[in-house]
T-cell receptor, first 117, second 114 residues
Framework: AQTVTQSQPEMSVQEAETVTLSCTYD???????LFWYKQPPSRQMILVIR??????QNATENRFSVNFQKAAKSFSLKISDSQLGDAAMYFC??????????????FGKGTKLSVKP | DTGVSQNPRHKITKRGQNVTFRCDPI?????LYWYRQTLGQGPEFLTY????????KSRLLSDRFSAERPKGSFSTLEIQRTEQGDSAMYLC????????????FGQGTRLTVV
């Protein structure tokens, strides 16, 4: 069975500092995507970054980058130069099943990130 | 197009009543998904449509739940004979057909069953 595990229910970071959110997963697929979504309070979930499993290079989107370790089935999110607007729930997600569409997802339980001014 | 729209944003209902939620996806998106999210948890997949066809339903979708997407445009999710355990945020998302297309989420409908 496919699973996504986020072991950090809450994290806190000082503004302008760097924080890393952890995610481990399990899948029998060899080719898949992995995602980090951000859900601010009372606002919709938005895609932060995605990684294609067959690509060895870690994905980067501005201040957000991932450390993808395929053999270890680990997919962590690094936020650099943290800003107050980064405060949100962050979810790691994996498409369900072979060739699963990018909207048919298994989510972790999330990590609540607080940013201190 | 302003994104995925869900209505109502909030719904309070008495136990045993029926409720219906609506989702308007991004207009060119063929796929539409429904999720349920309870407090402190990640979203859980309920069902999804490709155009008007309902292609997959989760075991979470009991007989009291039904979803439709007539004409492949908006979708409705109905819960009959609501129970307190149905209290949750119901999220809708939509995406295109290609493998690398991103899914976009709506703001959700928060259901409270009293």
């Amino acid at each position: 069975a496919q699973t996504v595990t986020q072991s950090q229910p809450e994290m806190s970071v000082q503004e302008a500092e760097t924080v890393t959110l952890s995610c481990t997963y399990d899948t029998s697929e060899s080719d898949y995507y992995l995602f980090w979504y951000k859900q601010p309070p009372s606002r919709q979930m938005i895609l932060v970054i995605r990684q294609e499993a067959y690509k060895q290079q870690n994905a980067t989107e501005n201040r957000f980058s991932v450390n993808f370790q395929k053999a270890a089935k680990s997919f962590s999110l690094k936020i650099s130069d943290s800003q107050l607007g980064d405060a949100a729930m962050y979810f790691c997600a994996l498409p369900r099943g072979y060739g699963g569409s990018q909207g048919n997802l298994i989510f972790g339980k999330g990590t609540k990130l607080s940013v201190k001014p | 197009d302003t994104g995925v729209s869900q209505n109502p944003r909030h719904k309070i209902t008495k136990r045993g009543q029926n409720v219906t939620f609506r989702c308007d996806p991004i207009s060119e998106h063929n796929r539409l998904y429904w999720y349920r999210q309870t407090l402190g948890q990640g979203p859980e997949f309920l069902t999804y449509f490709q155009n008007e066809a309902q292609l997959e339903k989760s075991r979470l979708l009991s007989d009291r739940f039904s979803a439709e997407r007539p004409k492949g445009s908006f979708s409705t999710l109905e819960i009959q004979r609501t129970e307190q355990g149905d209290s949750a945020m119901y999220l809708c998302a939509s995406s295109g057909l290609t493998v690398n297309t991103e899914a976009f989420f709506g703001q959700g409908t928060r259901l409270t069953v009293v």
